[in-house]
């Protein structure tokens, strides 16, 4: 098991609050590449580049082989992205990105009693007050984008996005648990390399490889992704998985922001109002005092 020197739980809610942000830079870059190129190959070569920077950085550092404990992490976490990301990636293409991160919040809020019940975190007031606030938040959203007009496909890419949205609290409970037994650079490279893995069979059937002007684009999203696991692994070795969960709720401003610029995704007055709630529970959050950082074992 690995063991961290403690820090203050403000920095570790900042660098997770930045790794979001990291994050919905490369869900928009994401969302081009899936138009352009479907999401399967969109996926399987963000992975295979993600693979080679992170493999590189994990080489640099001569760690040792990954315990037991930590190698089923890295399986466990590596599967239910794939689920995550396909679905999520999927979605993101049929709906605008902001209603897309609406749609995925109810990720932190089951995270939360998930923490509870499998980390056996205690949940604090502050977190349970930023997610009613947040709740609210979105409610207020999705009142506003059900009047807009988003097309047929707008259905299913909402089921998508709240399936993976299921998928990933999942993911944020098995990432404070994986920040305890590996460290971040590992943590990117097993991923990456797991995902990959589960991808590959079904490559001679679903992907096609890309033209040259796709690529620097592909890259720069294995980029974002990576250093976006990077920050999310180091935050969430110093802080517990209640007390960072709702910096999700940031990564809505973001998409908001980068929708509107690189996808002409209009901002309604609901959306604003919305959004407001949101920052305004992460501050609650942030403000509050977190539980202790627990040292789970994680049986093998």
């Known amino acids: 098991m690995t063991t961290s020197t403690p820090v203050r739980p403000a920095l570790a809610f900042a660098v997770a609050a930045i790794g979001i942000f990291v994050f919905a830079c490369m869900d928009a870059v994401m969302k081009g590449l899936v138009i352009a190129l479907g999401v399967y190959t969109t996926m399987i070569w963000r992975t295979f580049a993600g693979v080679a920077i992170s493999g590189t950085l994990y080489a640099a550092t001569r760690a040792p082989w990954p ?8 399986l466990i976490r590596g ?3 794939v689920v995550m990301a396909l679905t999520f990636f999927w979605g993101l293409a049929r709906v605008p990105m902001a209603q897309a991160i609406a749609l995925a919040f109810i990720a932190p809020v089951i995270a939360l009693f998930l923490a509870a019940l499998i980390l056996k975190e205690r949940v604090p007031r502050g977190s349970v007050i930023a997610c009613v606030l947040a709740a609210i938040g979105v409610g207020l959203i999705l009142t506003g984008q059900a009047r807009a007009e988003l097309g047929p496909e707008a259905l299913k890419g909402t089921i998508a996005i709240l399936f993976s949205a299921l998928c990933y609290a999942f993911n944020i409970v098995l990432m404070r648990a994986q920040a305890l037994v590996a460290g971040p650079v590992e943590v990117a490279f097993w991923q990456s390399l797991i995902v990959f893995a589960c991808l590959v069979p079904a490559a001679p059937w679903f992907a096609h490889v890309p033209d040259a002007a796709h690529w620097p684009v592909i890259v720069l999203a294995a980029v974002f992704a990576t250093v976006s696991l990077l920050l999310l692994g180091w935050a969430y070795q110093h802080g517990s998985a209640s007390y960072l969960a709702p910096t999700e709720y940031t990564s809505f401003v973001w998409a908001a ?9 209009t901002l309604s007055s609901w959306t604003v109002a919305g959004a407001a709630l949101i920052v305004g529970g992460c501050v609650v959050a942030a403000r509050g005092k977190p539980s202790p950082v627990p040292q789970v074992e994680i049986a093998s």
């Not at 315990?67 to 890295?74: I, Q, V």
């Open 257 to 265: 922001i980068l929708g509107w610029i690189v996808f002409a995704e």
């Open 79 to 81: 599967a239910v992205t």
């Open 67 to 74: 315990s037991r404990a930590a190698m089923r992490l890295h």
